[in-house]
């Protein structure tokens, strides 16, 4: 099967990240949950962009996985 090496006017790694958002707020809410809901509405209501957003919630994932 031939790859498609077609470049898109928006980066993939972006579009991941925008696509799988709700599953690490979902997977931080379990743990602590006013920490979701902080990132749910900071994401909703545009305060902040998915990269940044992406890599906070990452960070506070990993420090809950630590801290088990």
Do not use: F
């Not at 972006?14 to 696509?19: E, F, M």
């Not at 006013?34 to 994932?61: C, S």
């Amino acid at each position: 099967m031939q790859e498609n090496n077609v470049q898109l006017p928006i980066d993939r790694e972006y579009i991941y990240k925008r696509a799988m958002l709700h599953k690490k707020i979902s997977d931080l809410s379990y743990s602590d949950p006013d920490a979701a809901l902080e990132y749910l509405r900071a994401w909703a209501e545009g305060r902040k962009q998915v990269t940044p957003l992406w890599d906070e919630l990452t960070e506070a994932l990993n420090k809950q996985n630590k801290s088990r």
